[in-house]
């Protein structure tokens, strides 16, 4: 079995489903699971999971993205992009400083209602399936944070920006929310995805590429470790006694890991904080997570600091 992640080129007409199913059948095996959704129309980066990677697919869907999408002004759709109905039609007549306004006002913490034509479910039903049948139901708002908008170009009724936001965020609603508040409507045109955490539209691989990288056996080039999204936490090499502890699940002592040259520059604690109480380590009261390898480099989990017992315990097993 293969295990790892591969940062795979989306294109249009497939859905994320149909990309893990063509995944299951280059790679011959079932153990494979993507990162978050991208609407069928929608193109670029999606993180795919195989074998042991499957257990951070919802560590992955959390992550910080970015998008590159063109907004369509004056045109309204109920999908809120152009796969949908026109239902309103509109002169644009907004200055670029009034368009450069409205825009920077949606960056930030807020609410946002997501479109009805979408995956989520209301009462055991997908909200997509309610809408082809002509229902509407309300939406609860959910927080979302917009971390940037980068406007690249604007050519009246069309504006390219890039966004930077948080897990749930739905830029087919931003488009539409902006041309709301402009007051000619809007529509979200194109949606490339260009980053999910760690990976970059620059290095995302399409699955024509993915068959020959497998035909030429060289599948290990583009097969990233599990380990590769934890690269932020220290890293630990155990010693055959943590080793075992850590098969079973067990939790390690503070001191166990003072022992193993961890200091505190490499945790981020606070010089201020208390020392463990073992002899010399000068640790204090760390906080974060540590990359957990077996004496012979195998990736076995991360552990965590859990404050109230002193020690460190499982945030995920990779075994």
């Not at 955490?197 to 995302?204: E, I, Q, R, T």
């Amino acid at each position: 079995m293969i295990n790892g992640i591969i940062n795979v080129y989306k294109e249009c007409g497939y859905t994320s489903h149909d990309v893990v199913a063509k995944l299951r059948g280059i790679l011959k095996q079932k153990k494979i699971g993507h990162t978050g959704t991208l609407d069928p129309e929608a193109q670029g980066v999606l993180p795919v999971c195989l074998g042991n990677g499957t257990k951070v697919c919802e560590l992955l869907t959390d992550k910080t993205k970015e998008y590159r999408t063109v907004l369509l002004l004056g045109t309204v759709t109920d999908t809120q992009d152009l796969t949908g109905t026109v239902i309103q039609n509109a002169p644009v007549n907004c200055t670029k400083e009034e368009l450069l306004a409205c825009i920077s006002g949606f960056v930030g913490t807020q609410e946002q209602i997501p479109p009805m034509y979408s995956a989520l479910k209301v009462n055991g039903k997908k909200l997509y399936d309610l809408a082809r049948q002509g229902i509407e139901v309300e939406r609860r708002p959910r927080t979302i944070t917009i971390e940037n908008i980068q406007v690249e170009e604007i050519r009246f009724p069309e504006v390219v920006f890039t966004v930077r936001c948080s897990k749930g965020t739905y830029i087919r609603t931003l488009c539409h929310d902006i041309g709301a508040v402009l007051g000619c409507g809007g529509c979200m045109k194109e949606l490339l995805r260009t980053q999910v955490g760690p990976f970059f539209l620059k290095d995302s691989i399409r699955l024509e590429e993915i068959v020959r990288y497998r035909d030429r056996g060289e599948l290990e080039k583009i097969v990233q470790p599990t380990d590769s999204v934890f690269m932020q936490f220290p890293s630990l090499t155990l010693t055959a006694q943590m080793e075992r502890m850590v098969r079973n699940g067990n939790p390690l002592p503070q001191h166990l890991v003072c022992s193993q040259g961890i200091q505190p520059a490499d945790l981020n604690v606070s010089p201020a904080a208390e020392k463990c109480g073992e002899k010399g380590c000068g640790l204090g009261n760390p906080a974060g997570q540590l990359r957990l390898y077996s004496p012979d480099g195998e990736f076995l989990a991360i552990y965590g600091w859990n404050q109230e017992n002193a020690c460190y315990k499982a945030v995920k097993m990779f075994l």
